[in-house]
């Protein structure tokens, strides 16, 4: 029987030297967590550019269709990168298709609980928040979506970044294209567009951008977020 106070104890098929175990290197050293090492040329991602405006009248938020390997061949011409995840919100997929997939999932599931067991909506400060601390603890993988939705106080739109910062703004663009549908979106911004106005808006801003970036293109998925709900249209091109 092992004495505790004797020392460590060793197993006979381990090596050791001079009373320390050898580290093995198929083992996380201590103090370390496992570096989930992968082949990111064979993730799919959506590369994306991807569009949030408030309105008035609601919230538009806008992408495009096309996921890529690497960000070189194309795998995918019609990938859904918006999703409704509460009565009046919505929110994009940008990064790896898992991650941003699983993310939704995950947020998706949370606003359910918390609304059977509240008996209400959540309010988008406390969904934006939520949102916010599941990209910054959860393994989702440099995800930085956009979500927009409608509550009590009126319109939102915010952008989520890898780190969980959320900030919200009247508009905003995040993906590989968004250098491009900025310029083209702040050039045709107005503070008093209709939500027909800022879809045909974030439609020309997406189309300009998928003429430079090569993680986006394939037409549009368009969500239109009002105190009705949440309504999803996609577009074989960039024609509303």
Known sequence: MHDPHSGPEFSQDRPHTGGRQLDSPYEPQLGSLPSGDRDEETVNK??????????EDGVVVATDRRASLGGR????????????????????????VGGAQSFIRTLRAEVNLYEARRDRDMSMQALSTLAGNFARGGPFLAINPI?????????????????????????TVTGSGLTVAYGT?????????????????????????AERDTGSGNGLCVAEV???????????????
């Open 46 to 55: 959506t590369g994306t550019t991807t569009i949030g405006i408030a309105t």
């Open 147 to 171: 979500l927009g939705g409608i509550d009590e106080a009126g319109s939102h739109v915010y952008s989520i970044d890898p780190a969980g910062g959320v900030m919200e703004d009247d508009y």
């Open 226 to 240: 009002t105190a009705e709900g949440v309504d999803i249209t996609t577009y074989d091109d960039y024609d509303i």
């Open 185 to 209: 979106l702040e050039d045709r911004y107005e503070p008093d567009m209709s939500i027909e106005q800022a879809t045909e808006v974030a439609a020309v801003s997406i189309e300009a951008a």
């Open 73 to 96: 061949f194309v795998s995918n011409k019609n990938v859904q990168k918006v999703e409704q995840i509460h009565p009046t919100a919505a929110l994009t997929l940008v990064g790896s």
